[in-house]
């Protein structure tokens, strides 16, 4: 007799074969007739969407940001920060938060890709959790089959201000093997972090950048202040004007808008009808 196949691809076909195709009572999780995953919290439909980040001078993309769209009752969109906002309970906000980080992690798997996913974690987690941050989504990212290399979590800018927390709560998700990235104001920011936290990445927006003077020249100072960080620039809306010193990563709508999980497939991969059957 053949031993279960216990690969990622097979956990992840288990996982997905279990899910329902219709709102089911009590039932946090359920597949759409188009493939995707989406979360249902009290009502509140959870999907996703996946923005590319690029190796600009070949066009690769070795990973993609996930960012959250809600349909409220009604068929009315909400804002993340929103609903977010709304579970005032800190249990409440953690559950919350894994399931948002839940449905990303299956539409990302269902997708095919092989990259990196970011996934954003909410400020008031860091805090809401005491310690051994990572290890409930480790196990999550586990059954699912998603290895936790592949996964960066991306704390928010705020989390920024308070070096000694994000340098604890860095090393607690690092410790559950995740990869991790953090958000600056400007490059000064960073250069005041840069020994203290322990980021594979460092991302920080365009607009901060272009208006510090010689952006290129900027860009090569904030690169050379950690070694084994990667900086990601973000939100260009325009292909960023100077020389990118090699390894810089970029992000934004002129690179790759955000797109549901049926955008990122390639015809090549499997796609969840593909697992399932």
């Known amino acids: 007799m ?29 597949r759409e007739a188009d493939g995707s995953v989406v979360g ?46 709304a579970n005032a309970d800190d249990d409440c906000l953690v559950a919350l ?6 449905v990303h992690a299956l539409n ?23 310690a051994d941050h990572g290890a409930a989504f480790r196990k999550v990212g586990d059954a699912l089959g998603l290895d936790a290399e592949r996964i960066v979590i991306e704390t928010p800018l705020a ?13 607690n998700y690092r ?38 003077g010689d952006a290129g020249v900027e860009l090569e100072r904030l690169a050379a202040q950690r070694e084994g960080t990667t900086v990601v620039v973000k939100r260009l809306d325009d292909r960023f004007p100077a020389a990118l010193p090699a390894g810089v990563l970029v992000q934004g709508f002129a690179y790759g808008r955000p797109a549901p999980r049926a955008a990122i497939v390639r015809p090549e991969r499997l796609t969840l009808s593909g697992l399932a059957g």
Request: with cysteine; charged share 20%; glycine share 10%.
């Open 97 to 102: 938060d894994r399931l948002a980080r839940t």
């Open 159 to 171: 989390a920024s201000r308070q070096p000694d927390l994000l340098a604890f709560v860095l090393r």
């Open 108 to 130: 990302f798997l269902a997708a095919g890709e092989d990259g990196l996913l970011f996934l954003n974690v909410h400020g008031r987690l860091l805090a809401a959790v005491s």
């Open 40 to 85: 249902d919290w009290f009502g509140c439909e959870l999907s996703s969407v996946f923005q590319p980040v690029v190796e600009p001078a070949s066009g690769r993309r070795p990973g993609f940001e996930a960012f959250l769209r809600i349909l409220g009752r009604g068929e009315r969109a909400l804002s993340p920060w929103l609903l977010f906002s």
């Open 2 to 30: 053949n031993a279960p196949d216990a690969s990622p691809a097979a956990r992840t076909r288990a996982f997905l074969d279990k899910l329902p195709l219709a709102r089911e009572g009590g039932r946090r999780l359920r």
């Open 175 to 212: 410790s559950n093997g995740f990869r991790v990235a953090v958000n600056v104001a400007s490059a000064a920011q960073w250069r005041q972090l840069a020994g203290l936290v322990p980021a594979h990445y460092v991302k920080i927006d365009g607009e901060a950048l272009l208006g510090a």
